[in-house]
């Protein structure tokens, strides 16, 4: 199975080096030198990582062949892919990668069903499933803790405890047919 693990950003310096967006939690496994990668698109590998450092808080690395600015400006938004075993588990108890996410069916605490996973959006602050409702819309729900109470992969579920108007707008629309809303004060008194 392939995973995406980084994305090529802009080069640097010009010896060749390559700043990275890293998109694993195991980078010093998936990114250390030796390691050779597939990329997307396919025609700019694969790579093979010859030295990797962190400058600034940013990671940076050097592939095989590339020795200038020149060729490390032209892999500039390359995706680079590890090949995985599909039955390699994260190291952590509570990490997951996406391909064990997509495709779980969503419940919340009381076995209601909510929908399917179909997409992790990783964002700087949290991830966020994509989970397309029965109806075809979609919601999008934080991957946290207090969201996300359970993850069952051998029941192929996700359970989670929403707040009040994160996956319905029953509690929104309740407000304001109540004359209440959150956004506004009165200030009559």
């Known amino acids: 199975m392939q995973l995406v693990v980084a994305r090529i950003g802009r080069a640097h310096g010009i010896k ?6 890293v998109r694993t939690d195991e980078p010093e496994l998936r990114l ?19 030295t990797g450092r962190v400058h600034s808080g940013r990671l940076l690395l050097r592939f ?9 400006e032209a892999l500039r938004n390359t995706l680079l892919i590890a090949e995985i075993d599909p039955e390699e588990l994260p ?8 391909h064990q996410l997509i495709d779980l069916d969503v419940v919340t605490e009381d076995g209601t069903e909510v929908g399917r996973i ?18 075809g819309s ?3 729900i934080p991957f946290v803790g207090e969201i996300v109470t359970e993850i069952d992969l051998e029941e192929q579920k996700a359970v989670i405890a929403p707040p ?3 996956i319905d707008d029953q509690a929104v629309g ?16």
């Not at 060749?16 to 967006?21: H, I, K, L, N």
């Not at 809303?181 to 009559?188: A, I, K, P, T």
């Open 32 to 50: 250390a030198p030796g390691a050779v990668l597939a990329t997307d698109p396919a025609s700019a590998g694969p790579l093979t990582i010859e």
């Open 138 to 140: 979609e919601v999008m």
């Open 164 to 166: 009040p108007g994160l």
């Open 64 to 72: 095989e062949g590339v020795k200038d600015r020149t060729g490390a």
């Open 174 to 189: 309740d407000e304001v047919a109540d004359g209440r809303s959150s956004s506004s004060r009165d200030d009559s008194a």
């Open 91 to 98: 190291e952590g108890e509570d990490e997951y990668y996406d």
């Open 118 to 135: 179909t997409e992790i959006s990783h964002l700087p602050s949290q991830d966020l499933f994509i989970v397309e409702r029965p109806d």
């Open 16 to 21: 060749g080096e390559v700043t990275v967006e």
